[in-house]
């Protein structure tokens, strides 16, 4: 039988998810591939909105709403399993450090002044202070050093272990269908729908699928979503000891305490490895070292056990909840180190949206969109933007054809945010008239301008630096005419200045190039490297001019620049785009807007290189040698439009055979 929905992931999300949905009457099947190394295990069942201090409102309001459906969500799962989930309404305990400047907690907490005068977006729960008289008494056994903490009364927990124990075997007895062991490959889509998984097994189809695979996400779609190593431990409480055992949840300074029955659970590290397994002593011994210098009784009880799990986290370390660029395929990912908190409301709000079609409100705020101007894919997924108008009031689809198919998020380069994807320069023209129609016809919003030229003002470029508008136009200052990377470092001092002279004060953006090669024009990736390290560290947004390398453009990017700009072409070549292969492998593995700059010479070129799945093309020698340099810049424009709408549309099929457009039933026949 096809299941009427297939989850991938059979951690605590996707098995909340699979619960909801077969109570609802769908047929349901979880597919779970590593079941021991899910985030799961990297936890410790705090429920802890408050404690936590989470500083994002839209995150905050969800977690809270799901503290709330907690003790009924329990109980129905105890009522259908016997089984107990160790939920426990008891409260957290927020102990602070003197030199820990009044803040608490791994989200940061606030000062008791900042409490009482701000209020905090905790305000919807209430919050204590104690002082360092009475959480000594109230928590015998704390630290010395702890001079006072937050009580946070509607915080809560569950045994994580105990949890997702009883929601297999839930989904068990309901007759959620299980499998272990099977490893989605990949999706197979086909005009905005997933018709199939490929699997370890075969391929396996469904009606609608729910990618809730955690850690692994990003393997499987362009998602920003990548493991976050948690290592943990316990110790086991002795049967005959002096003190009182813990009774509360610690939630301390990168450590928390949880007492369970006969045990007490420490953690947790947050690790960037990748997908490196196991505990390691250096994790370890930061988690008991914190844990002692909260609570230094425990040091003398025995240890119990070690363990690890990857946790999804995202840029902002927000989930990725809701629909996506396939209409049968919904997100519930990325929930980093709140899933077990989450899970009740990811359920019942991906629940909603799946059988009811029901959006609730606050799913926008952990649309995958919101990441879109920030990485490049090389299928339409990941670009979410209705926007294509680039100032245009032209009308390219109806409004809900547009969301439903593809939306598109602005250009953010930097945290800068544009609405073109159209740069120009100011090189190359027979006059300065000539370059500002063609800016304005353009109408792009990032004109590059050559320091060493303006500040020399070699022919074509006096006045240059006056003759536009930069209350309207971002000044990308470059460094052409540099020959080495100490060369084009101190340039891009300079055009720094420059910026700011012409008010642009918050200007940091530089177009690196370093360029020894005068015949080819070539740019030197080993200097370019050097100067884009250095520039970094001195504040610079860097979009360094590239060869079309995927290695060197990883390295810019890992060193920390804003965008990669690989060539297409060499420079004023006009030869088009000789270098798509490479330039699709950076397009697939950025993490930064890829803009693909030099060499393109017609309309039809820039379309091309937009379908790809660029984020953005510079254009200077096409539009300023063109005769009509002002029509060109138009005709730039609309192809860099029409180029990005059909990236996100997504092209048809190829086929070695034909197939006809109109169908062969109801024809007339004699």
């Known amino acids: 039988m096809i299941s009427e929905t297939v989850i991938i992931g059979g951690g605590i999300i996707g098995l909340a998810i699979a619960i909801e949905l077969k109570l609802r009457g769908t ?20 429920l802890a909105p408050d404690a936590e201090n989470i500083p994002n409102e839209a995150m905050y309001s969800l977690c809270w709403r799901s503290r709330a459906l907690y003790p009924d969500w329990t109980r129905k799962l105890e009522d259908l399993t016997g089984l107990n989930t160790g939920y426990r309404a008891c409260g957290i305990l927020a102990p602070l450090f003197e030199e820990a400047g009044g803040q608490g907690g791994r989200g940061a907490g606030e000062t008791q002044e900042q409490r009482s005068r701000g209020e905090s977006l905790s305000s919807s729960s209430p919050a204590y202070w104690l002082n360092k008289e009475a959480i000594h008494q109230y928590q015998p056994g704390l630290g010395a050093e702890v001079v006072g903490g937050w009580w946070y009364p509607e915080d809560a927990q569950v045994d994580n272990k105990a949890l997702v124990h009883v929601l297999r075997t839930a989904a068990e007895s309901i007759g959620v269908e299980l499998k272990d062991g099977i490893t989605v490959e990949a999706f197979l889509q086909q005009q905005g729908q997933v018709v199939g998984v490929q699997t370890n097994a075969g391929i396996i189809r469904a009606a609608h699928y729910v990618l809730a695979s955690g850690a692994w996400s990003n393997e499987l779609l362009p998602l920003p979503v990548l493991p976050r190593k948690g290592q943990m431990l316990s110790v086991r409480i002795p049967e005959v000891s002096p003190e009182l055992p813990l009774k509360r949840v610690l939630f301390g300074q990168n450590i928390y305490i949880v007492p369970r029955r006969d045990r007490l659970v420490i953690g947790a590290t947050s690790e960037d490895v990748g997908f490196i397994p196991n505990n390691t002593p250096e994790g370890i011994q930061k988690l008991l070292q914190a844990a ?10 025995p240890i119990q056990e070690f363990w690890w799990g990857f ?58 969109s919101r990441f879109q101007s920030k990485s490049s894919t090389s299928t339409p997924m ?17 409004t809900d054809a547009i969301n439903r198919v593809s939306t598109d ?20 023209y027979r006059s300065i008239e000539e370059m500002q129609q063609s800016v304005t016809a353009s109408e792009c919003q990032i004109v590059t301008v050559a320091v060493r030229r303006v500040q020399t003002k070699a022919p074509g470029h006096e006045g240059l630096a006056e003759a536009l508008d930069w209350t309207k136009i971002w000044m990308l200052p470059n460094t052409a005419g540099c020959q080495t990377a100490e060369e084009a470092i101190r340039v891009a001092r300079l055009g720094r200045e420059m910026a700011k002279l012409l008010g642009q004060e918050d200007n940091n953006f530089v177009k690196l190039e370093v360029i020894p ?53 060499p420079i004023g070549s006009g030869q088009g785009l000789k270098t798509t292969a490479n330039i699709q492998i950076i397009i697939e593995n950025a993490g930064v807007p890829v803009v693909v700059d030099a060499g393109i010479g017609s309309p039809s070129e820039a379309a091309q290189a937009m379908e790809l799945g660029a984020d953005a093309l510079l254009i200077n020698s096409a539009i300023a040698l063109s005769p009509k340099p002002a029509a060109m810049a138009r005709a730039m424009n609309l192809a860099a439009v029409a180029g990005r709408l059909a990236y996100l549309a997504g092209r048809m099929p190829i086929k070695d055979y034909a197939s006809p457009s109109s169908p062969l039933t109801g024809t007339i026949t004699s």
């Open 311 to 368: 946790r999804p986290t995202t840029p902002d370390e927000l989930p990725i909840l809701g629909t996506s660029h396939c209409q049968n395929l919904t997100f519930a990912t990325g929930h980093y180190r709140n899933g077990i908190l989450l899970a009740p409301v990811t359920a019942a709000l991906i629940a909603d949206l799946i059988l009811e079609q029901k959006s609730d409100p606050l799913l926008a705020n952990f649309h995958y």
């Open 409 to 428: 998020s602005p250009l953010i380069i930097a945290g800068k945010t544009f609405q073109s994807r159209l740069m120009t320069g100011t090189g190359k």
């Open 382 to 398: 990941l670009t979410h933007s209705a926007n294509f108008s680039n100032g245009h009031n032209i009308t390219l689809l109806p």
């Open 517 to 569: 090669d005068l015949k080819y024009l070539l740019p030197d990736p080993i200097g370019t490297l050097q100067a884009a390290e250095q520039l970094v560290k001195e504040g610079f947004a860097v979009l360094p001019y590239i060869n079309a390398d995927p290695m060197l453009a990883k390295r810019l990017e890992e060193v920390g620049c804003a965008t990669v700009m690989p060539l297409a072409s």
């Open 27 to 46: 047929n349901v099947t979880v597919f779970c591939r590593n079941f021991q190394a899910a985030a799961t295990h990297a936890a410790a069942g705090m």
């Open 292 to 301: 002692i210098r909260l609570y230094p009784q425990l040091k003398h009880y």
